[in-house]
């Protein structure tokens, strides 16, 4: 997911209790647009309902992000017919479950990039602590952190995260792992968090490829998930990359299943 943010637009197309009964239907794949219900993003969301005869259907563009993220749920007549009269960017970044990608696809092509993803829920939490082994150290993660993120996510590799923006330490949950000599060695965090809702969504996990294999991923799962428990968060889900058996497996241990799979990929607008 690109990550830039950019200036927020409003567009008030529907009432919050129309919103939530939407997305209500199926509350792990809405988690996000469950959390951007909140009014800090309330700018950034252009939420676009539509009904058909077999049902509603709803659209989301979140703009904070660059190319704004692209997300629907419920009928497919009803998203098709949201998509066709909408005013649309150039392009998106598609969170879309599979069913849903042909309505898109019909204003976007999406073959230079479209990954299949899962999309992942905790359905039974894990007891255990977030601690890490003597020469390391667990630490909780804050803006003033950033650089040091950015530093360690660019070593890179196939599953980099791709998401991380500064404000997701402030309002949500972060944790990682420096080495003896000081050094942030892995990360993770929450996208999104919405505390009144009970919705989080865990992101920007990653350790350094010459540090896996020493649990530091799971200590940072297990703080994360720790804190979030803490404050009554009991919708936790997260993505990954259907092609990341070994996140997935980290995943399972720590209690998620697979929720659903999905798409994710940058389209542009078609001609």
């Known amino acids: 997911m690109r990550n830039t943010i950019v200036s927020p637009r409003a567009e008030e197309t529907a009432g919050p209790n129309e919103l939530r009964a939407v997305l209500g239907a199926d509350s792990v794949w809405s988690a996000y647009a469950i959390a951007d219900l909140q009014p800090a993003y309330a700018p950034y969301c252009r939420w676009l309902p539509a009904h058909s005869a077999s049902g509603r259907g709803l659209v989301l563009l979140f703009t904070r992000l660059d190319p704004p993220v692209l997300f629907a749920t419920g ?59 003597a020469g390391a150290r667990l630490v909780r993660l804050t803006p003033a952190h950033t650089a040091q993120i950015r530093v360690l996510i660019a070593h890179g590799g196939a599953f980099a995260p791709d998401a991380f923006e500064p404000y997701q330490t402030e309002e949500g949950v972060f944790f990682g792992v420096e080495d003896a000599h000081g050094e942030l060695v892995a990360v993770g965090g929450t996208h999104v968090a919405d505390w009144q809702a009970g919705v989080a969504a865990i992101g920007n996990m990653y350790t350094h490829p010459a540090q896996r294999g020493q649990g530091y991923g799971g200590a940072v799962l297990r703080a994360i998930l720790g804190e979030l428990a803490e404050r009554g968060v009991s919708n936790i889900i997260l993505n990954v990359d259907q092609r990341n058996t ?24 078609r001609v």
């Open 75 to 133: 009928d497919v007549a009803a998203v098709t017919a949201a998509l066709d009269a909408a005013d649309l960017p150039d392009q998106v970044y598609m969170t879309l479950r599979e069913e849903h990608a042909p309505a898109a696809e019909r204003h976007y092509d999406f073959s230079a990039d479209r990954r299949p993803m899962w999309r992942m829920a905790l359905v039974e939490p894990s007891a255990q602590t977030g601690d890490v082994g």
């Open 246 to 269: 070994a996140a997935r497996r980290l995943y399972e241990r720590h209690g998620f299943a697979v929720h659903c799979p999905y798409l994710e990929g940058v389209g542009r607008r």
